[in-house]
């Protein structure tokens, strides 16, 4: 029996309809079919209810509620909104949060290619319109699903810039990947779900240890790579402009195993910062699948 391709959850005419508000409707009625419809899949989309419960639950350390989990979605809503707006140009802002992180986010100015990590969370598909601020072309790695419009728009707007290696095949993505890298193409992947990687660790988020693929830390040390995070948040209240943040750079250094020790302080230390990020903005967090698995024993390089 054939497996059916992998989709975006939703009706395939969803993103239509909520195009057509985004151009038809004033701000203000907008916002409001944006919260009825957030509603609407709170009540309809029973997994993705789950998923938002539990990671609510465990950022807040107590039950979400029913009221936050379809604000929750309506955020997401949001998100989708401001993706697909993105192809009309000057209509979305997205820029560094400040100088301190734009110092942070010093690589993605410079000539050396990268490997450069981001999460489901906020505006970060949106990323690839800084990066063409920055004149830097990426590679990224993505799943191809059905019911992405999105996803197609943001490629026909950042044009050359943005090169997608498609990791459906497996058989494919190594060579791939290997060309990608060996021709010194910059890449760009998320870093937050479990499945297509090759090697896991735990690591301290939201209250356990949790299993993350460390994949972008294998690479950068075959290839001697440095590893840049970075994630875009709203401003404020704004739906249409976005800030950048930067973690702290990483190098891979010394042997082997100092290199992957190194990878996985630094990692950790990403988590932390992503973590606080959410707290100052719980509702930005888009995954709507399980939180990574838990693991019962010490998080650390050695204890896999």
Known sequence: M???PPRNPGPSWGYRAIHWWDKHLPGPLRDAVVSI?????????????????????????????????????????HSLLAKLRANQPG??????????????????????PIMLGTFHVGASDLMGFHIKQTGRRVTMIRQRVENSEDIERLLAQAGEMIEIIW???????VFALKDALGAGKSIAM??????????????QFLGKPRLFPVTIYRLAA???????????????????????????????SGNRQAAQTAAHEHFQGVLNWLESLLKAHPYQWFNFLPLNPAQAQDPSPDGR
Not at 91 to 112: F, Q, V
Request: glycine content about 6%; aromatic content about 10%; hydrophobic content about 35%.
């Open 2 to 4: 054939a497996v059916a």
């Open 190 to 203: 998320q870093c937050d779900r479990v499945e297509h990687a090759s090697k896991l660790e735990a690591f």
């Open 37 to 77: 419809g957030g509603a609407v899949a709170y009540s309809s989309m029973p997994g993705q209810r789950a998923a938002s419960h539990e990671y609510l639950t465990a950022l807040r350390q107590r039950p979400a509620t029913k009221r936050e989990g379809m604000r929750h979605f309506a955020e997401f809503t």
């Open 91 to 112: 209509t979305i802002k997205i820029d560094w949060r400040d100088d301190a992180n734009r110092e942070r986010g010093h690589l993605l100015y410079a000539d050396e």
């Open 167 to 173: 990791v459906n095949d497996e058989s494919e993505i």
């Open 222 to 252: 075959i290839y001697q790579r440095p590893v840049q995070f970075c994630i875009a948040l709203p401003h404020g209240d704004s739906r249409d402009r976005f800030d950048v943040y930067a973690s702290e750079a990483f190098r891979p």
